[in-house]
């Protein structure tokens, strides 16, 4: 099977991006933080929904549906300015593939069905829909509605007949810091003493200015490079039963976001700019360490 296309609504930065063309080599070009880090994650969502997923039929909607394995997270994922909205949306995701005549007798043979053009699989997620995503063929004509009844033996076609590898562009430290993050959790799990987690609401208190602070001075470091209007650093709420906070940087260059959820290319300018920073002060600490010290003489 070759994936030809892939559409995506409401997704991160991409509101609707449709039939983006697929070939054996495909080079996504642009501006920096104009969403190409965000189409490659959301075909990297797509396709582990598809290929890694249990399948399983959802009494609620009476219909075969594919478990996320929790690879998409509403509040992260879906648009940030539309989270607010009264009707809320859903993620759209629109696969679609190309069968060699070997693969259209095996899906017959599967699924019970002939298919002429290509198969089409669209793929939502909502807010309450975060564990499951809705499955549906996308097919014009009479067979529609016999292929909308098998939902279940497509699903199963497609995982046996689709591998992909998502090698990352960046790879840091970052996955070790969660297995050590895992481990943690549950050493402080151990852990019953309400003066700890007193201790602990303090130390949120006495740490609030200081966010700010830092806040402020990643502001400074940024304008050199990107136009940020404010930069804030948020913490997750302490507590006895798990590892210690994890921190968000978020910053407001038109719309507050997630640093870790813009382009690579803005992460990297980012960086770039916090590296140089760091060291003009510490160029100016070590200066200010020399000027301070007595001249040395002697005969």
């Known amino acids: 099977m070759k994936l030809k296309s892939f559409s995506i609504k409401n997704y991160r930065s991409i509101v609707k991006a449709e039939n983006l063309p697929l070939r054996d080599l495909t080079i996504l070009v642009g501006p920096n933080n104009e969403g190409k880090s965000n189409i490659l994650k959301a ?67 599967v699924v019970g069905n002939t298919i002429s053009g290509n198969l089409k699989l669209k793929l939502e997620i909502g807010e309450k829909l975060e564990s499951y995503a809705k499955f549906e063929v996308i097919i014009q004509g009479p067979g529609k509605q016999s292929l909308s009844s098998k939902r279940l033996q497509i699903a199963a076609f497609v995982k046996d007949h689709l591998e992909f590898v998502y090698i990352p562009a960046i790879r840091t430290v970052e996955n070790t810091n969660r297995v050590i993050e895992r481990m943690l959790s549950r050493s402080f799990l151990a852990l019953e003493d309400p003066e700890y987690e007193k201790l602990l609401e303090q130390i949120e208190h006495l740490r609030k200015p200081v966010l700010e602070r830092v806040g402020e001075s990643l502001k400074e470091s940024l304008k050199a490079i990107l136009p940020v209007k404010g930069v804030r650093i948020e913490m997750g709420k302490s507590s006895i039963r798990s590892a210690p906070p994890r921190f968000r940087v978020l910053v407001d260059d038109g719309a507050e976001t997630d640093l870790g959820l813009k382009g690579d290319g803005i992460i990297s300018l980012a960086t770039i700019a916090l590296v140089r920073q760091s060291s003009l002060r510490e160029i100016a600490s070590i200066k200010s360490l020399i000027r301070s010290r007595p001249e040395v003489g002697g005969n």
Do not use: M
């Not at 909205?85 to 593939?97: A, S």
């Open 43 to 109: 075909l990297v969502t797509a396709l582990t929904i598809v290929t890694e997923a249990e399948a399983r039929r959802s009494t609620r909607y009476s219909r075969y549906d594919l478990h996320s394995l929790n690879n998409f997270q509403w509040d992260r994922d879906f648009p940030v300015h539309l989270q607010d909205k009264r009707e809320k949306g859903t993620c759209t995701f629109i696969l679609e593939f190309e069968l060699s005549p070997e693969e259209r007798e095996k899906f017959k043979q």
